[in-house]
């Protein structure tokens, strides 16, 4: 189309463009005013619909709509083309994403991000044992609304279960919260998949960090885990459980939404879970990935879908030389799987799980990654920086007032997620708050009130007789 809808401009003459909510690669997202019912709806557009686009939305629209009852899941409303291009008509879901709630008020506390996920992971369990795997959860598609809660939206890349036997899936890989059998328009995919993409962002809410990749991770496990966070607000069971959802390997992770459910809220033993190797069967992680290919397809992937042309991307230099260390290291992973699948199981919550790193024999070079402090108390924030300070980083700190509560830190000025080889010479500085500003009341000056003059006296003489004063 070329174009944004105007403000005012009427679809299927029923629907009232009302503002822009987004663009992506599919397309832009708008609010709008279903007429016919007074209610505010969110419409998907598919810029240059073609057939295939248009089977692709329709798909969409039936799968949302199957399960328009189920909390903590937007749903479909409708399904139109107007001049060829093909249009989704979604319940508008008022507020934000957790991405931006994350980056906008702060990490958050475990109990509470678990206590907003359970509607959606119940739902999920319900969504799965229909066949259909999400594919695509991430902060970006869960909103949380102005009433606290959150919900799942954006069903574009829901698959069935049986659609991989017969043909290849579309490649669908967002970094750091797609598990590795994503990356392979072959890899065997189930509700494993959606496990593991969960845990990510449970795992980004409470540390405002993003996961590392997971073709990374299948190289060499570098990613900080839960229990080195402090304040996580989790208790240590429930971190053993959320890095098992977090497993690179298919078959170490829960093999279903149930699974992970009865884990996290129902509190049974992770010893009565045995790693089942559902996933086992026809599962690319039998053979050895080959890595290169994983790149060049992620790599065309994203060269597809933001336009670009092949071989002209600063990203084929880094690719390029990654699959060189991949080569080398390839080897050693695949001579030490048979060891890594057959590590103990934990039963929590005596200890503490350790996360799954391959050995390789390639050195990695040290990093450090500066943490999300905003919106943890400063006490807190000192306890999470000694490793850092002990590392050369100097810390300051000032305050300001603000309105939120006094004493958490609500700015830094080197960003979450940024990593230095040495922080020797960097200074970290966290404002923390000093609360709301006290109103005083400025009294009114007293006004004295001028004299009033005195009237002065007639010089005039009253002698009795009336006629002398005229």
Do not use: W
């Amino acid at each position: 189309m070329g174009y944004e809808l105007t403000k005012g401009t009427k679809l299927n003459n029923r629907y009232v463009i009302e503002c822009t909510l987004g663009s992506g690669g599919f397309g832009t997202t708008y609010k709008a005013m279903d007429t016919l019912i007074d209610v505010p709806v969110a419409i998907k557009e598919y810029e240059n619909s073609s057939e295939k686009d248009r089977k692709v939305a329709q798909r969409e629209v039936k799968m949302a709509a199957r399960f328009y009852a189920l909390d903590g899941i937007a749903s479909a409303r409708d399904f139109f083309v107007v001049d060829s291009i093909s249009y989704i008509v979604m319940e508008y879901v008022e507020g934000e994403s957790l991405k931006k709630y994350v980056r906008n008020y702060g990490t958050m506390k475990g109990e509470d991000i678990l206590t907003k996920l359970k509607p959606v992971i119940e739902s999920l369990c319900v969504i799965h044992k229909e066949g259909i795997i999400h594919r695509d959860i991430s902060p970006d598609n869960l909103m949380v609304t102005k009433g606290g809660s959150i919900q799942l939206i954006d069903f574009g890349e829901a698959r069935n279960f049986e659609e991989q036997r017969n043909k290849e899936l579309t490649l669908v890989y967002k970094r750091g919260y797609a598990p590795i059998e994503q990356c392979r328009q072959r890899g065997k995919q189930g509700a494993f998949t959606d496990v593991y993409s969960l845990c990510a962002t449970i795992y980004f809410a409470i540390t405002g960090i993003d996961p590392d990749d997971s073709v990374e991770r299948m190289i060499a496990d570098h990613m900080k885990p839960l229990h080195e966070f402090y304040g996580t607000g989790l208790s240590e069971y429930e971190i053993h459980v959320i890095e098992r959802g977090l497993f690179v390997d298919a078959k170490d992770r829960f093999q279903t939404m149930d699974e992970l459910f009865e884990m996290l809220y129902e509190k049974k033993d992770l010893s009565e879970f045995s790693g089942k190797a559902n996933a086992d069967k026809d599962n690319t992680t039998h053979h050895p990935f080959n890595t290169a290919h994983i790149m060049r397809e992620i790599d065309d992937f994203y060269d597809k879908k933001n336009g670009r042309k092949k071989g002209r991307t600063a990203s084929k230099i880094f690719i390029a030389g990654l699959i060189a260390v991949l080569l080398v290291v390839v080897i050693s992973v695949f001579q030490n799987k048979s060891e890594i699948n057959k590590r103990p199981v934990v039963a929590a919550p005596q200890t503490t799980m350790p996360v799954t790193s391959v050995p390789t024999s390639t050195a990695t070079p040290y990093t450090v990654t500066i943490e999300n402090y905003v919106g943890l108390e400063k006490k807190a924030a000192v306890e999470n920086l000694k490793k850092l300070k002990d590392e050369g980083l100097t810390v300051r700190f000032q305050t300001k007032y603000s309105k939120k509560a006094k004493g958490t830190v609500i700015e830094q000025n080197i960003p979450a997620g940024k990593t230095y080889s040495d922080v020797s010479k960097k200074t970290l500085r966290l404002t923390i708050s000093k609360g709301k500003k006290k109103t005083v009341a400025t009294p009114r000056p007293t006004v004295t009130p001028k004299p009033v003059p005195k009237k002065k006296k007639s010089k005039v003489k009253f002698n009795g007789d009336l006629d002398s004063l005229s």
